[in-house]
């Protein structure tokens, strides 16, 4: 199984919700990801997660908020977003991080989570 | 200043022409990633290399580490192959300003 997978495809929301985005691996990968990709851009990396650990956070404003609860588990927290949060939030996931140098595990990315704020 | 730069930022071609999309970068790597997303959102690892070349099907891939610049091909280039091309390196994943490729019959 190299599928990742993410939930809801579609998610409208006011700016007083507080809702959460779902992210799923079984590739017995250890570390997840958290992307923001705004029309016509490249994807921007938000959150790392190595062993279930933040391991590096993009200066991401708090109405975001991640949680990984195990290892195939990646969740994101959000509450009182903004119109300007609307975006497709991507999940990826690798077998590691590599400490220096770039990463030479290759991420499986899952299909996102098209979120709009209203 | 962005770590990793591509050209063309979009490129149209006929059917069965051969394409190469480049990607130059500043930062010391261990590896190079080029995906592919298309329309939709979902994006795909096409080849991940640290030195040389990779080959899958129509698709090629080099790298030249001295030089910091990564070229991807595409030979008999098709429609389906139309997408935006992004490389990637960096343990954070710095991604490039992606190459939107679209393919003519």
């Given amino acids: ?118 | 200043k962005n770590e990793v730069e591509q050209s063309p930022q979009n490129l149209t071609a006929q059917e069965g022409e051969f394409i190469t999309i480049n990607c130059s970068y500043s930062v010391g790597i261990s590896a190079l990633h080029w995906l592919q997303q298309h329309p939709g959102g979902g994006i795909v690892s096409l080849f991940m290399l640290s030195s040389g070349k990779k080959k899958h099907g129509r698709l090629i891939a080099t790298i030249n580490i001295q030089e910091k610049h990564s070229s991807l091909h595409i030979t008999a280039s098709h429609p389906r192959d139309s997408a935006v091309y992004i490389c990637a390196v960096g343990n954070q994943f710095y991604f490039g300003t992606g190459t939107s490729l679209t393919v003519i019959p």
């Fill in chain 1, 1 to 118: 199984d190299t599928e990742v997978t993410q939930t809801p495809k579609h998610l409208v929301m006011g700016m007083t919700n507080k809702k959460s985005l779902k992210c799923e691996q079984h590739m017995g990968h250890r570390a997840m990801y958290w992307y923001k990709q705004k029309a016509k851009k490249p994807p921007e990396l938000m959150f790392v997660y190595s062993y279930e650990k933040l391991s590096i956070n993009e200066s991401v404003p708090s109405r975001f908020s991640p949680e990984c609860p195990n290892s195939s588990l990646l969740n994101l927290h959000l509450h009182a977003l903004q119109p300007e949060d609307s975006a497709l939030y991507l999940c990826a996931s690798s077998q590691g991080l590599k400490g220096t140098g770039g990463s030479i595990y290759e991420q499986y990315f899952g299909p996102g989570t098209r979120l709009t704020v209203t």
